[in-house]
């Protein structure tokens, strides 16, 4: 821990630097200048991305981040009320920067995100971080119909989908159409292309959203094309070979200097004595529920017997959410994900009722008014220890459950 000095030594050492100053006709130090956030690397898929700059010597940097979607009050006042939670540790993100003045922090990205670090009041430019999505094709072939398979890393619902053709040197367009769904944890898309020609062809899904850079411009996720995927229909020559699929253009921006919020009093004088003046105005006070209003009351990492991949054997597999508060809460948009990134969410209205539970199964099964399924075909839960956290649909962590080995198998957290 860095001590303070007494008061009396800063005292002498201020008048000392200052009479130094007035004898050698040189300025004071200058007052500490406000640290710096670079443009954020744009990353695909779920994962982590080096965020840096640069600080005062030794001060300690506090991240602040806000998923993209919510950004309607990009300022920096809205965003010094979003402290960056760390999730393995507890507390906030921060850290401290070196000797030379530079700062690093690592940090998932699953959207878009908007940031910015501060060092007690003074913080820098607000940053844009985008994410390009990874699209997973697969291919199957049933007489003339070629079916298609995709999946998203992030998995984002409303993803436009069009999956092309190569044809000895050109991609032909519009093979198939749609766009993702959501089914429980997964973002995916079928679709089918009858009387595809005879002989071995490649196909590509490219996801594109208004413009060929973006996927989804709302979320901040940039397009992608999948891999090359073969398909033989019927008998016939091949097609040719694709070139390796370029990269579209990551275009995204490299961050926004917002202008602080202005202090200047109002022209009229205030109605209401200086005592009530102070209000919470919407813009920067956080909405919606309280830390700990939902809980993770009990999570079944272990399935029990011997783990298979069986529907029913990842069904042992749940987490339980419990009601805390008084008053019903909506969960419309809320998600559980693990320290992995796998995610389920709440696609819909669901209303838990006061001190009610709710449980989620790893597995496929039709959800029930207290019984939801996340719809996956592998365990998720790591026995030997993991992090669940639950977050709001204006990504505020509500809560968190640790465990470091396997114990009995499930934690009452």
Same mark, same amino acid.
């Given at each position: 821990?860095?001590?303070?000095?007494?008061?009396?030594?800063?005292?002498?050492?201020?008048?000392?630097?200052?009479?130094?100053?007035?004898?050698?006709?040189?300025?004071?130090?200058?007052?500490?200048?406000?640290?710096?956030?670079?443009?954020?690397?744009?990353?695909?898929?779920?994962?982590?991305?080096?965020?840096?700059?640069?600080?005062?010597?030794?001060?300690?940097?506090?991240?602040?981040?806000?998923?993209?979607?919510?950004?309607?009050?990009?300022?920096?006042?809205?965003?010094?009320?979003?402290?960056?939670?760390?999730?393995?540790?507890?507390?906030?993100?921060?850290?401290?920067?070196?000797?030379?003045?530079?700062?690093?922090?690592?940090?998932?990205?699953?959207?878009?995100?908007?940031?910015?670090?501060?060092?007690?009041?003074?913080?820098?430019?607000?940053?844009?971080?985008?994410?390009?999505?990874?699209?997973?094709?697969?291919?199957?072939?049933?007489?003339?119909?070629?079916?298609?398979?995709?999946?998203?890393?992030?998995?984002?619902?409303?993803?436009?989908?069009?999956?092309?053709?190569?044809?000895?040197?050109?991609?032909?367009?519009?093979?198939?159409?749609?766009?993702?769904?959501?089914?429980?944890?997964?973002?995916?898309?079928?679709?089918?292309?009858?009387?595809?020609?005879?002989?071995?062809?490649?196909?590509?899904?490219?996801?594109?959203?208004?413009?060929?850079?973006?996927?989804?411009?709302?979320?901040?996720?940039?397009?992608?094309?999948?891999?090359?995927?073969?398909?033989?229909?019927?008998?016939?020559?091949?097609?040719?070979?694709?070139?390796?699929?370029?990269?579209?253009?990551?275009?995204? $921006?490299?961050?926004? @200097?917002? !202008?602080?919020?202005?202090? +200047?009093?109002? =022209?009229?004088?205030? &109605? #209401? *004595?200086?005592?009530?003046?102070?209000?919470?105005?919407?813009?920067?006070?956080?909405?919606?529920?309280?830390?700990?209003?939902?809980?993770?009351?009990?999570?079944?990492?272990?399935?029990?017997?011997?783990?298979?991949?069986?529907?029913?054997?990842?069904?042992?597999?749940?987490?339980?959410?419990?009601?805390?508060?008084?008053?019903?809460?909506?969960?419309?948009?809320?998600?559980?994900?693990?320290?992995?990134?796998?995610?389920?969410?709440?696609?819909?209205?669901?209303?838990?009722?006061?001190?009610?539970?709710?449980?989620?199964?790893?597995?496929?099964?039709?959800?029930?008014?207290?019984?939801?399924?996340?719809?996956?075909?592998?365990?998720?839960?790591?026995?030997?220890? $993991?992090?669940?956290? @639950?977050? !709001?649909?204006?990504?505020? +962590?509500?809560? =968190?459950?640790?465990? &470091? #080995? *396997?114990?009995?198998?499930?934690?009452?957290?």
């Amino acid at each position: 821990m860095h001590r303070r000095p007494k008061t009396i030594l800063g005292s002498v050492a201020a008048g000392a630097l200052a009479a130094t100053a007035a004898v050698f006709g040189v300025s004071p130090a200058s007052a500490a200048t406000a640290p710096t956030f670079n443009i954020v690397p744009l990353r695909t898929a779920w994962g982590p991305v080096t965020l840096s700059g640069s600080a005062e010597p030794g001060a300690n940097v506090e991240l602040y981040e806000w998923a993209y979607v919510w950004g309607s009050d990009w300022d920096k006042a809205r965003l010094s009320q979003e402290k960056a939670v760390d999730y393995d540790n507890g507390g906030f993100v921060h850290t401290t920067a070196n000797s030379s003045g530079q700062w690093s922090i690592t940090r998932n990205l699953d959207s878009g995100h908007v940031m910015m670090v501060g060092v007690g009041n003074d913080y820098s430019q607000i940053r844009k971080a985008a994410l390009r999505v990874k699209a997973d094709l697969s291919v199957t072939v049933s007489g003339t119909t070629v079916n298609f398979d995709v999946s998203t890393d992030p998995s984002q619902p409303g993803l436009p989908i069009e999956i092309q053709r190569y044809d000895n040197g050109t991609w032909v367009r519009n093979v198939a159409t749609g766009a993702t769904s959501q089914a429980g944890n997964a973002a995916t898309w079928s679709g089918s292309a009858a009387n595809q020609p005879a002989g071995t062809s490649y196909y590509r899904a490219f996801l594109e959203g208004d413009d060929t850079n973006w996927a989804d411009k709302s979320n901040y996720i940039v397009a992608n094309y999948s891999e090359n995927q073969s398909a033989t229909v019927g008998s016939g020559s091949s097609h040719g070979v694709p070139p390796t699929n370029p990269t579209p253009s990551p275009v995204y $921006d490299t961050g926004v @200097v917002v !202008t602080p919020p202005t202090t +200047t009093p109002p =022209t009229t004088t205030p &109605t #209401k *004595p200086p005592t009530t003046t102070p209000t919470k105005p919407p813009a920067t006070t956080p909405a919606g529920p309280a830390v700990g209003s939902i809980q993770f009351t009990r999570i079944q990492y272990n399935a029990p017997g011997v783990d298979k991949k069986t529907n029913k054997s990842i069904n042992g597999e749940y987490f339980r959410l419990t009601n805390k508060t008084k008053s019903t809460v909506n969960l419309k948009g809320w998600i559980v994900r693990d320290a992995a990134g796998n995610l389920y969410r709440f696609t819909a209205n669901y209303y838990l009722g006061a001190g009610k539970n709710v449980y989620v199964r790893t597995g496929k099964g039709s959800n029930t008014s207290s019984t939801r399924y996340w719809g996956k075909t592998k365990h998720v839960w790591n026995n030997g220890g $993991d992090v669940a956290y @639950v977050r !709001t649909s204006a990504n505020k +962590t509500i809560d =968190t459950c640790k465990w &470091t #080995k *396997p114990g009995k198998g499930y934690t009452n957290c």
